[in-house]
């Protein structure tokens, strides 16, 4: 079945930008979406992009989807502790009707 | 709109007992998924509700799981009876028109099972 793989772990210094991995499975996807989750709190949408398009930069953060080697990344510029956080990669398709994987997350620590 | 709610945030009971899960999702919102995340196993999706009927509960784990959708407001998660291993968050999240679009996530319930 479908699936979708991130590095389970990133360390960071405050300011330098981090970069965190995803691949997935699915040749259909038409959401990809990178999700945020703080401690102690649900997962919250960060952003997305549509399958159709390479990059989309929404002030600090910019997402690049290789999609013909099925590779989605985002890119956090001058990253702060705020953004010390789980990141879950997530791809949707509508393939035998629309459902949403999740990658495992990646676990961003930021040192000061 | 409040989000989606669930209740209670935190639940400590004993090997063997019923525990319950509740959800409210965002009015409005078509489906409904319950998720369990753990250190081991990261996030995983149990079951998923579209107007209050399940669609997929292939990541149910086993019988003593079950969960329920009696109207559009209000969705359950059962264990019956809980062991030590079902010990994780559990979140509730709705999306709007497909099971594609955004997900809205609850805050979660904490289950620790003794």
């Known amino acids: ?112 | 709109d409040a989000g989606v709610i669930q209740s209670p945030r935190h639940e400590v009971t004993e090997m063997g007992q019923e525990v319950t899960l509740r959800c409210k999702p965002i009015s409005g919102h078509d489906y409904l998924f319950w998720y369990r995340q753990t250190m081991m196993r990261g996030l995983e999706l149990l079951i998923y509700f579209n107007n209050n009927v399940p669609i997929d509960d292939s990541g149910m784990p086993e019988d003593r799981f079950s969960a329920k959708m009696p109207n559009a407001s209000f969705s359950t998660l059962k264990i019956q009876p809980s062991e030590p291993r079902d010990s994780a968050v559990y979140f509730c999240a709705s999306s709007l028109v497909t099971a594609g679009d955004e997900q809205f996530f609850g805050p979660g319930t904490r289950l620790t099972v003794l």
């Open chain 1, 1 to 112: 079945g479908e699936d979708v793989e991130q590095s389970l772990f990133l360390s960071v210094r405050e300011g330098d930008s981090s970069v965190i991995n995803c691949t997935y499975t699915d040749s259909s996807s038409t959401y990809l979406y990178w999700y945020k989750q703080e401690p102690g709190a649900g997962l919250q949408l960060l952003t997305y992009i549509f399958s159709n398009m390479d990059m989309k930069q929404d002030q600090r953060l910019t997402v690049l989807l290789n999609k013909k080697d099925k590779h989605l990344s985002l890119r956090i510029a001058d990253t702060q502790t705020g953004d010390s956080a789980i990141y879950f990669c997530a791809e949707s398709s509508n393939t035998g009707g629309f459902k949403t994987i999740f990658g495992a997350g990646t676990r961003l620590f930021v040192k000061a």
